[in-house]
């Protein structure tokens, strides 16, 4: 697991930083009917679509009840997607074509689900509790990254995904609202804040999935973190004293 977090690591390095960090591509879902999907009306929203029209971001309240920060998204399985801490998902551009080469199949904006598809930016290295500005009114604040299901597996039509996912270690982000406002495609994205701790996307998802072990080093992010992954931190300690 070490190894292959290298390596997406070591993608981004050799990468060269555009100046200007941006919104290359904004994606709304519909419900719609599908074979392989958990929802008990067998909906999904995953197969979201480009739109070049400003859509309105803002915080959807409580996982459960509410779905996407996005107006005009869908999202269908509120047990385990949406609310005020899973409001927006966004996947860097640079992480799909790596995808794309590994799958040798084109991949679009949107492909996994995504709302957010970014340019110049490394998503899966952001901290949580970064903050964004997107466009001139809408900021953003990373909380965790995104853990994949039978949904994401059979919507790709990739067999062994959620395990290929899962070992790449380069999950996207998930993000609550902090200022709402309108986005658009192409819209620049700012970094308009940084904690000062080291726990990133990247080892959030690590921690949560393959190795718990981890789990303590989440705690400095405290609050910002994902509401649910700072439980299991904080269980794990109490477990695992000394």
Same mark, same amino acid.
């Given at each position: 697991?070490?190894? *292959? ?5 070591? %993608?981004? +390095?050799? #990468? *060269? ?10 994606? %709304?879902?519909?419900? @719609?009917?599908?074979? &392989?999907?958990?929802? !008990? ?5 995953? =197969? ?11 915080? !959807? ?8 920060? #996005? ?12 609310? =005020? +801490?899973?409001?927006? &998902? ?5 992480? %799909? =074509? +790596? ?7 084109? #991949?679009?904006?949107?492909?996994? /689900? ?25 900021? $953003?604040?990373? @909380?965790?990254?995104?853990? !994949?299901?039978? @949904?994401?597996?059979?919507? #790709? ?13 380069? !999950? ?23 904690? =000062?701790? +080291? ?10 999935? @393959?190795?718990?072990? $981890? ?26 004293? /000394?």
């Amino acid at each position: 697991m070490g190894a *292959v977090a290298n390596n997406v690591a070591h %993608l981004w +390095d050799g #990468l *060269v930083y555009r100046a200007v960090m941006k919104l290359l591509s904004l994606n %709304l879902g519909r419900a @719609t009917a599908v074979p &392989y999907t958990e929802q !008990p009306e067998g909906v999904t929203g995953i =197969d979201k679509r480009p739109t070049d029209a400003p859509v309105r971001v803002s915080a !959807p309240g409580p996982k459960g009840v509410a779905g996407s920060g #996005l107006a005009g998204d869908a999202v269908c399985h509120r047990r385990h997607h949406g609310g =005020d +801490d899973q409001a927006v &998902y966004a996947v860097a551009r640079e992480d %799909l =074509d +790596d995808w794309e080469r590994e799958l040798g199949r084109p #991949l679009a904006s949107g492909s996994f /689900g995504e709302n957010l598809t970014t340019l110049g930016v490394d998503v899966s290295g952001a901290l949580i509790g970064e903050r964004w500005r997107i466009g001139s009114e809408v900021v $953003l604040e990373v @909380t965790c990254g995104r853990i !994949p299901c039978r @949904t994401f597996q059979d919507h #790709l039509g990739e067999r062994g995904w959620v395990k290929r996912f899962t070992v790449k270690g380069a !999950p996207g982000a998930y993000l609550r609202v902090i200022e709402p406002g309108e986005i658009q495609a192409g819209d620049a994205i700012e970094i308009v804040h940084r904690p =000062d701790h +080291d726990v990133t996307v990247a080892l959030q998802f690590r921690a949560v999935t @393959t190795e718990r072990e $981890l789990l303590p080093r989440l705690l400095p992010a405290g609050e910002a973190l994902h509401p649910e992954s700072l439980v299991q931190a904080r269980k794990y300690v109490a477990e695992h004293p /000394g």
